[in-house]
C-alpha cells in the first residue's frame, strides 16, 4: 500500500477513537514508521522476531502530576506490520489500524493492559 493512503488510513483511525477520548490525541504526535527498530521492540517489552503494530512513548496522564517538565508523548504505528498481519486487505488494515490507535491512547491515558483488553473486547476488538 502507498505510503500517502496509509497516512489516511491512519487519519480515519483516529476519527474513529470514542468521541470521549479523542481530545486527547491533539496533545500526542501520532506518526507512521514503515518498521520497528530493535529499540522499540525492547521499549514495548516484545521478543524481536515479534510483530510491533503500534507503540506509544511518554508519560501517562495518570503520572505527569510528579513531572513539570516532560517531553511531547507520541504514538507511533507501523505500516509493514499491519500490513502483513492483514494480508494486504485495505478493509481489515482500517480495523486493525483504529484498534491500535485506540490501543496505544489508552496507554497514553494511563489505562492499564488488562483494562484496554477489556475495552477492546466490549468494541468486538479482540
Given at each position: 500500500m502507498r505510503r500517502s493512503a496509509f497516512h489516511q488510513i491512519v487519519a480515519e483511525g483516529s476519527a474513529r477513537v470514542p468521541?470521549?477520548?479523542?481530545?486527547?490525541?491533539r496533545e500526542i504526535a501520532l506518526v507512521v514508521e514503515r518498521e520497528p527498530t530493535e529499540a522499540h521492540k525492547r521499549s514495548a517489552g516484545i521478543a524481536l522476531d515479534e510483530e510491533l503494530f503500534g507503540?506509544?512513548?511518554g508519560t501517562?496522564?495518570?503520572?505527569?502530576?510528579y513531572l513539570p517538565h516532560r517531553l511531547?508523548?507520541?504514538?507511533?504505528i507501523f505500516q509493514g506490520p499491519?500490513?502483513?498481519?492483514c494480508g494486504g486487505d485495505a478493509n481489515v488494515i482500517r480495523e486493525e489500524v483504529a484498534r491500535t490507535v485506540w490501543h496505544e491512547l489508552a496507554h497514553a491515558l494511563g489505562i492499564v493492559e488488562e483494562r484496554i483488553g477489556k475495552l477492546e473486547a466490549d468494541r468486538g476488538w479482540t
Amino acid at each position: 500500500m502507498r505510503r500517502s493512503a496509509f497516512h489516511q488510513i491512519v487519519a480515519e483511525g483516529s476519527a474513529r477513537v470514542p468521541v470521549a477520548f479523542r481530545g486527547y490525541l491533539r496533545e500526542i504526535a501520532l506518526v507512521v514508521e514503515r518498521e520497528p527498530t530493535e529499540a522499540h521492540k525492547r521499549s514495548a517489552g516484545i521478543a524481536l522476531d515479534e510483530e510491533l503494530f503500534g507503540l506509544y512513548e511518554g508519560t501517562p496522564r495518570t503520572e505527569r502530576a510528579y513531572l513539570p517538565h516532560r517531553l511531547p508523548d507520541k504514538i507511533t504505528i507501523f505500516q509493514g506490520p499491519i500490513e502483513r498481519a492483514c494480508g494486504g486487505d485495505a478493509n481489515v488494515i482500517r480495523e486493525e489500524v483504529a484498534r491500535t490507535v485506540w490501543h496505544e491512547l489508552a496507554h497514553a491515558l494511563g489505562i492499564v493492559e488488562e483494562r484496554i483488553g477489556k475495552l477492546e473486547a466490549d468494541r468486538g476488538w479482540t
